[in-house]
């Protein structure tokens, strides 16, 4: 939570001391990917500062116009985000053969996103064969030149879907 309370601080010295023109503004907190963990925390952080303002615990104090938060293509949970949910999306996608999908399950593989948890499975030099990019037929080798932000167009350069061409 202290992401949150740094996030809010910043957010108080935009409007408070920066910008107080633009505090009767709807507001609205948005972010993307990791922002999936810090929109909703920030979101709660004003709500709470102004439920404290409502019910007259604090005075002073600026009342921000929040209507809302968004979140594109958030993360929430490692356990599950990002590389854990991977190959249940590339085999419904159709980017994958059913028996790489199939293998990967039965062996109980799963890689974490930038392998922050050690990866799980009862045969590892298996599950890497199914999965890691420099194996050809593997799971990131197939799907290695998609664009992961849109998978019905093409990745240009380094991925980032900047334009349509």
Known sequence: MSQATDAFAALEYFFDAKFPNLVPNELFVSGESYGGIYVPYLSWKIYEHNKLIDDKVVTGRTRYNLKGFMVGNGATDWDFDVSPSFPSIAYNFNLIPKKTYDDYNKL????????????????????????????????CNLTGDLNWYDLYRPKYGEGLALEDR
């Open 108 to 139: 109980g593989c799963k890689v974490f996103f930038n392998d922050f948890k050690p990866r799980l499975g009862s045969d590892q030099a298996e599950c890497a064969k199914l999965w890691d990019d420099d194996v050809s037929g593997s799971m």
